[in-house]
């Protein structure tokens, strides 16, 4: 149950904070308007009020939750706790660091800018729609104007950085499941697949599969779809019995291939 209800944060933050993380590339690459006296983008250019109060609501809670989550995950896995944790996965560890730096740098970005509305504005001190960021802007309200821009700045450039290592680091690890569970599911198949043709032992001179190549093309995204979790090692009967046969390291090694 923990860590069903760390997953269902990192998948629903994944989705949601997927949406900040956008609104901080485009005003990243709309800086040009500046010289010409314009503001370059924010989303309360496109959203009424309301809607971007709760749309800071979402990025604020969400972004503490993964931070909150991914602290605890890898706490259970440097305990050792539970046993299916190790050998410890250094795959699965380099994500959680990238998801920690991700959201600290992340609270680095919006408790200043936060700081800065509020000095330039004079709006109080607490924000009911950036709960979280509220309290970071309390910690630099003493730096002033110019100590909250430079922080901003190194927030906004950390921030950006990590993301964009998390998107190139991505699609080497396990975690492209996030990607390939999309048209994985679309194409499922209700009828068993996969499996070998029946065997005339009697006619027969090449017994089972040697190669990626043979496989149905629906066993390719199926590798990729794997998150590599070993959920379906301890329900092999042949694993069962002690056969060093493991399904997880087959998905994995056809993944490879």
């Known amino acids: 149950p923990v860590a069903g209800l760390m997953h269902a944060v990192f998948l629903f933050g994944f989705f949601v904070l997927g949406i900040g993380h956008f609104e901080v590339i485009l005003e990243g690459v709309t800086t040009f308007l500046v010289p010409l006296g314009r503001r370059p983008f924010a989303d309360d250019q496109v959203l009424p ?11 604020d809670l969400f972004a ?17 706790s539970p046993a299916r944790l190790l050998p410890r996965s250094l795959d699965g560890e380099r994500i959680l660091w990238f998801l920690v730096a991700l959201y600290f740098t992340f609270f680095l970005l919006s408790g200043p800018t936060l ?22 802007a309390s910690v630099y309200a003493g730096l002033g104007v110019p100590g909250s821009r430079a922080l901003r700045g190194m927030g906004f450039w950390a921030h950006t950085f990590v993301f964009l290592g998390f998107a190139a680091y991505l699609p080497t690890t396990k975690h492209m499941h996030l990607v390939f569970a999309w ?11 996969g499996l070998p043709p029946p065997v005339d032992f009697e006619k027969t001179e090449k017994f089972g ?31 069962a019995t002690g056969n060093p046969l493991q399904p997880m390291k087959v998905l994995h090694d056809v993944k490879l291939n």
């Open 49 to 59: 009020a309301g809607l971007a109060a709760a749309y800071h609501l979402s990025q």
């Open 64 to 80: 503490a939750a993964v931070l909150v989550a991914a602290g605890l995950a890898l706490a259970r896995r440097f305990a050792g």
């Open 115 to 136: 700081a800065l509305r509020q000095q330039a504005t004079g709006q109080a001190a607490w924000s009911a729609a950036q709960p979280v960021s509220s309290l970071v």
């Open 183 to 193: 048209p994985n599911l679309y194409f499922f198949r209700r009828k068993r697949y």
């Open 209 to 239: 599969i040697e190669r990626v190549q043979e496989l149905p093309w629906k066993s390719l995204p199926d590798s990729f779809a794997c998150t590599e979790c070993g959920g379906c090692n301890p329900v092999c009967p042949a694993h």
